[in-house]
Every structure is written in C-alpha cells, then in structure tokens.
C-alpha cells in the first residue's frame, strides 16, 4: 500500500513539473528522480510508466524519457445518427431487441468519488484481497515452462482437474471448461443454451449482470420468486409450463441478493422439474468460496448431485481473490458440453496461460487456504457490524434474511410494500450527497418490483469502522429526504 501512494504522489509531482520541459525535452535520470524525492527505482520505474501509458512521456531504452510531442487534434465527428435504424432493425415485432443495458453492473464496478464510502461495491476490499499471495503466484507462474504459450483451448488440464474436484467426485476434469471469470461463463451458458427470443426463467430478484446478459443475448427473462428458502419449487412449475422455456438460471448458494440457501427439501425438486420439463439449470455457484465461518457446512453443488447432465455449473475464483483474477469455469456432461465449448473458442479462443498458471500456483499455494479462513472470519465480523447498526440507527430498513455467505445486505425500504423506482431514486441520491454510495433494488428484478429495495455491501469497504461511519451517513440521507 505505501508503494501504491508513493507512486501516485511521484505521478502527481511529475505531471505538475511536464510543462518546465519542450516538447521532446528530456526528463531528469532515473537516479536523479531516486535522490531527489527519497523514493526507490521501483517507484520511479512505475512512475514513469504510468506518464507514458497517459501519453505524457516517451521512453527510450538506454537513453531516459522525454515529454511527448503534442497529439493533433483530432478530427471533427461525423453523422453517426444512422446507426439508431441500423441497431433496431432487428427484422420482425417478434423479435426481441438486443440492447445491452449495462446499467445495474456499472453499479457495482464504477468507482465512486473520493469521499464515498462504496457500499455498493462488487468485490472485496483490497485488504482482504491476498495481493502478496498473487503477486507471488504470478512470479512463480511467469517462471513455469511455456508459460507464455498457447495453451489448450479448453484450459490447463490441472486447472481442470482441480476446478472439477472443487465441483464433486462425479465429475472429472474432462467435464470442465476454463473461462475469463463467471460473467463470461454465464454469458457462454446462456448463448449455448437457448436461442435468441427464447424465455429464459430467472430468480425475482436476481444478479443484474446475469439478466443484461440474457437480454444481450436475444433471451426473454421471466421471474420466479424467491423466499428465505430460495426458489419456490410450486412457482417454478407453474413458469415451465406457463412458458414453455427451456433453461433456469439460479444461485442456490447465498443467492444475490438476497443470500439465500436452497433448502434440501428443495434441491432435488428443482432438478426433477427441470428434468421434467426437458430443460437445462444453468447453476452459478458464484459465492462459495464467500461463506461465513458461522455458516455451518455446506450442500455441495446442485451439479454433483445430476447424473443426467441437468446442470451446466458456473463458477470462479474472480469474487474471493481479486477482480483481475477472471479465471472460472464451466463445468457439464452429455452433447451440451460440445456446444459450451464451440462458443467459448469463438468468443475468446482461450484464457491467457499465465493467468491460468497464476491461478494454479495461488490454490496449490499454503497461503491459499490461510486466505479462505481470513475472508471467512471478517465478512462475518463485518456482516454483524453492519446488520447491528442498521437495527440501531436505520430500523426504517427491513433485513429480511441474515446471510452466512456473500458480502452484502439486501434492504426493504419502507413504504409498505409500495416502494417505487423514485422511492429508490431519492434514496440513492440522497445517500450519494451524503457521500455513501448504494445500490437501488431495482436493476435486479426482471419485472416489476413488489417494493422498493437497496443492497449494502459490507465486503467491499476497509471495516467495522466504515461501516459504521457509512451508516450514520445513511441515516443523515434519510433524514434530509424526510425533511427532518
């Protein structure tokens, strides 16, 4: 952390300093930059880097860096308004429009102004990211042989081998496909497994990055509602047959958002209605790796419980590592796997080897099941501190499930159970003005939602402490928004 902040300070000074210099002109030596600001190469060097990487400076080996040459300006726009009949000439009415609505993911990954306290964060925190584990997991794998190869297009065969572990004894690593992350993969599952104007059922609510990519697709979402027991079995039939739809997408391991568990009674009745409707369950086992150390143990995946290819799996390693560790999996049985496989080669060709051999060096690592249990312990920690201030200073907020895994907290506002996208609105610019971001309940309904909702996130912020600070933020937002 203080390399980082020595960098961008070292950044900051530079930037200010381009303008004493011609264009061309040359910038003082590396060791120049060492002596005079108490900083070491290694600081200097990613400096430099990044004034490049902005256009700012040129380098040239063995002889230093140079401010850049001014850029031309840049030539006046054209008349793109064509391109709004050209999207939507889609052919028929029948057809469902492609558009990519991006907006309930960039949510969760646009970072927020300085000030903010993100509570609407997707990932973790970057201290309980194992960063000195990764970097020396991506030096090791630097070092490996052919480690910059091509590897095989559907993965590293141990990397296979022990997502396949990961998954149940059922299946081997010849069931299982390496991706860029879960997002691909569901947006691989999703493409392979039903054709464009197809419904596809969803949970209500659910992940929006899952419903845009099903809209991206072509697809037509259609909810089933959950409760604290996960999918209801008897709404699901009914969607089947109502629908004719031929594909499921759940999380029923601490679902998103509301992080709920499918109960056991449930488990088996969702996959013979699946079954019986000839319909393929797309399962994104995205969290895991994310449980809480009071959670008790773990239903193993809905996939090691399918003998008869039912279940297409999702997961990764992106969500309790870090974000730019998009390394997943898909994992099937049967015909189904040969399709996954065809989309994935024409999308991506393949995840780049020393990404795969990183991801191999980190969970072969001992570090890697000290990082598990660290993650476990805080989130539970940081999930009771958030839910005990909430009941302190925001009782207004309904909590309708305490989760043992995930990072977050799904909020009914109030309004009794009439809630609306303004009611959400106003609730998410008023917590933004009072410097805390959120995220609206909104973005993860399909369809109309039955009230309004926020989700907190506890993971993504640095602790206890600013949790509690977001808190009382929150509680100063409402209160503005109440006149009070």
């Given at each position: 952390?203080?390399?980082?902040?020595?960098?961008?300070?070292?950044?900051?000074?530079?930037?200010?300093?381009?303008?004493?210099?011609?264009?061309?002109?040359?910038?003082?030596?590396?060791?120049?930059?060492?002596?005079?600001?108490?900083?070491?190469?290694?600081?200097?060097?990613?400096?430099?880097?990044?004034?490049?990487?902005?256009?700012?400076?040129?380098t040239r080996p063995g002889?230093?860096?140079?401010?850049?040459?001014?850029?031309?300006?840049?030539?006046?726009?054209?008349?793109?308004?064509?391109?709004?009949?050209?999207?939507?000439?889609?052919?028929?009415?029948?057809?469902?429009?492609?558009?990519?609505?991006?907006?309930?993911?960039?949510?969760?990954?646009?970072?927020?102004?300085?000030?903010?306290?993100e509570f609407n964060g997707?990932?973790?925190?970057?201290?309980?990211?194992?960063?000195?584990?990764?970097?020396?997991?991506?030096?090791?794998?630097?070092?490996?042989?052919?480690?910059?190869?091509?590897?095989?297009?559907?993965?590293?065969?141990?990397?296979?081998?022990?997502?396949?572990?990961?998954?149940?004894?059922?299946?081997?690593?010849?069931?299982?496909?390496?991706?860029?992350?879960?997002?691909?993969?569901?947006?691989?599952?999703?493409?392979?497994?039903?054709?464009?104007?197809?419904?596809?059922?969803?949970?209500?609510?659910?992940?929006?990055?899952?419903?845009?990519?099903?809209?991206?697709?072509?697809?037509?979402?259609?909810?089933?509602?959950?409760?604290?027991?996960?999918?209801?079995?008897?709404?699901?039939?009914?969607?089947?047959?109502?629908?004719g739809a031929r594909v499921?997408?759940?999380?029923?391991?601490?679902?998103?958002?509301?992080?709920?568990?499918?109960?056991?009674?449930?488990?088996?009745?969702?996959?013979?209605?699946?079954?019986?409707?000839?319909?393929?369950?797309?399962?994104?086992?995205?969290?895991?790796?994310?449980?809480?150390?009071?959670?008790?143990?773990?239903?193993?995946?809905?996939?090691?419980?399918?003998?008869?290819?039912?279940?297409?799996?999702?997961?990764?390693?992106?969500?309790?590592?870090?974000?730019?560790?998009?390394?997943?999996?898909?994992?099937?049985?049967?015909?189904?796997?040969?399709?996954?496989?065809?989309?994935?080669?024409?999308?991506?060709?393949?995840?780049?080897?020393?990404?795969?051999?990183?991801?191999?060096?980190?969970?072969?690592?001992?570090?890697?099941?000290?990082?598990?249990?660290?993650?476990?312990?805080?989130?539970?920690?940081?999930?009771?501190?958030?839910?005990?201030?909430?009941?302190?200073?925001?009782?207004?907020?309904?909590?309708?499930?305490?989760?043992?895994?995930?990072?977050?907290?799904?909020?009914?506002?109030?309004?009794?159970?009439?809630?609306?996208?303004?009611?959400?609105?106003?609730?998410?610019?008023?917590?933004?003005?009072?410097?805390?971001?959120?995220?609206?309940?909104?973005?993860?309904?399909?369809?109309?939602?039955?009230?309004?909702?926020?989700?907190?996130?506890?993971?993504?912020?640095?602790?206890?402490?600013?949790?509690?600070?977001?808190?009382?933020?929150?509680?100063?937002?409402?209160?503005?928004?109440?006149?009070?």
């Amino acid at each position: 952390m203080q390399e980082r902040s020595s960098v961008a300070e070292l950044v900051t000074s530079l930037r200010d300093e381009l303008d004493r210099y011609s264009p061309g002109g040359k910038l003082p030596s590396s060791r120049a930059l060492v002596e005079r600001f108490r900083v070491s190469p290694v600081t200097v060097s990613r400096a430099i880097a990044q004034l490049a990487a902005e256009g700012l400076v040129t380098t040239r080996p063995g002889s230093g860096a140079f401010r850049a040459r001014p850029r031309t300006a840049l030539p006046a726009p054209g008349d793109t308004s064509w391109q709004e009949v050209s999207l939507s000439g889609d052919g028929g009415p029948e057809v469902v429009p492609r558009t990519v609505d991006a907006s309930g993911v960039l949510v969760t990954l646009a970072a927020p102004p300085p000030g903010v306290i993100e509570f609407n964060g997707g990932y973790l925190h970057a201290s309980l990211q194992p960063e000195r584990a990764l970097s020396a997991a991506l030096a090791r794998a630097g070092r490996r042989p052919g480690a910059w190869g091509r590897p095989p297009t559907d993965g590293l065969p141990e990397l296979r081998s022990w997502f396949a572990r990961e998954i149940g004894p059922a299946l081997s690593g010849a069931d299982v496909l390496i991706t860029a992350g879960g997002q691909s993969a569901l947006a691989t599952a999703l493409r392979a497994l039903a054709p464009p104007g197809a419904p596809v059922l969803v949970e209500s609510p659910t992940y929006p990055g899952m419903l845009a990519a099903a809209r991206a697709t072509g697809l037509r979402p259609v909810p089933v509602p959950v409760d604290a027991d996960g999918i209801r079995p008897e709404l699901l039939a009914d969607a089947f047959r109502a629908t004719g739809a031929r594909v499921l997408v759940t999380q029923p391991l601490f679902q998103n958002p509301t992080g709920a568990v499918l109960a056991p009674a449930r488990r088996p009745e969702v996959l013979a209605i699946a079954r019986a409707a000839g319909a393929f369950v797309i399962e994104d086992d995205f969290a895991r790796r994310l449980v809480h150390d009071d959670a008790g143990p773990l239903p193993p995946p809905l996939a090691a419980d399918d003998p008869d290819g039912v279940v297409v799996h999702v997961c990764s390693l992106t969500k309790v590592a870090s974000p730019s560790l998009r390394v997943g999996a898909l994992a099937a049985r049967g015909p189904v796997l040969e399709r996954l496989r065809g989309i994935q080669v024409v999308d991506s060709f393949f995840v780049p080897r020393p990404l795969q051999e990183a991801a191999l060096e980190l969970v072969g690592s001992p570090s890697w099941g000290r990082h598990l249990a660290a993650v476990a312990t805080e989130l539970r920690h940081r999930r009771t501190a958030m839910a005990t201030a909430l009941a302190a200073d925001l009782p207004e907020l309904t909590l309708p499930h305490l989760p043992a895994g995930g990072g977050s907290l799904w909020l009914r506002l109030p309004g009794g159970g009439t809630g609306t996208d303004a009611d959400e609105a106003g609730v998410v610019s008023a917590a933004l003005r009072a410097s805390v971001a959120v995220a609206p309940g909104r973005p993860y309904f399909c369809a109309e939602p039955p009230a309004g909702h926020v989700r907190l996130s506890f993971a993504a912020v640095s602790g206890a402490a600013e949790i509690a600070e977001g808190v009382r933020r929150l509680r100063t937002a409402f209160d503005r928004l109440l006149g009070r």
